[in-house]
């Protein structure tokens, strides 16, 4: 079970960092991903990480502006987003998968194993 969380209204230029608590005594076997969806649109992958942390992934329209990061002793991996435009607000979500597919987004939305609840993103301009 997944327990996203960080989420809030913030004004363009903010930062914001979200964390998704995992359950269980595995959560070092899991990739873990970010994906988002905005009003209107299909979710999106934003960032994936491997089982050790050693291998990053990011969608290019977040690249140098959101750091995915995980610590396996507390079974948490972090979003950090900074310089936040309102084209970021979003329903952001947390997924963990055993397939590596995770770690880049190469992965169909309904094969990911788990889902956290998602965690509202509101970027003011």
């Known amino acids: 079970q997944l327990q996203a969380s960080g989420g809030g209204l913030v004004q363009a230029g903010g930062s914001l960092r979200l964390s998704c608590a995992a359950s269980g005594r595995t959560f070092s076997n899991y990739y873990m991903g970010w994906f988002r969806q905005a009003p209107g649109k299909e979710r999106e992958f934003v960032a994936g990480?491997?089982?050790?942390?050693?291998?990053?992934y990011y969608v290019d329209s977040v690249k140098g502006q959101f750091t995915i990061s995980r610590d396996n002793a507390k079974n948490t991996v972090y979003l950090q987003m900074n310089s936040l435009k309102p084209e970021d607000t979003a329903v952001y979500y947390c997924?963990?998968?055993?397939?590596?597919?995770?770690?880049?987004?190469?992965?169909?939305?309904?094969?990911?194993?788990?889902w956290g609840q998602g965690t509202q993103v509101t970027v003011s301009s």
């Open positions: 997924a963990a998968d055993r397939s590596g597919g995770l770690q880049y987004g190469l992965i169909p939305l309904r094969s990911v194993d788990y």
């Open positions: 990480i491997s089982q050790s942390g050693g291998q990053i």
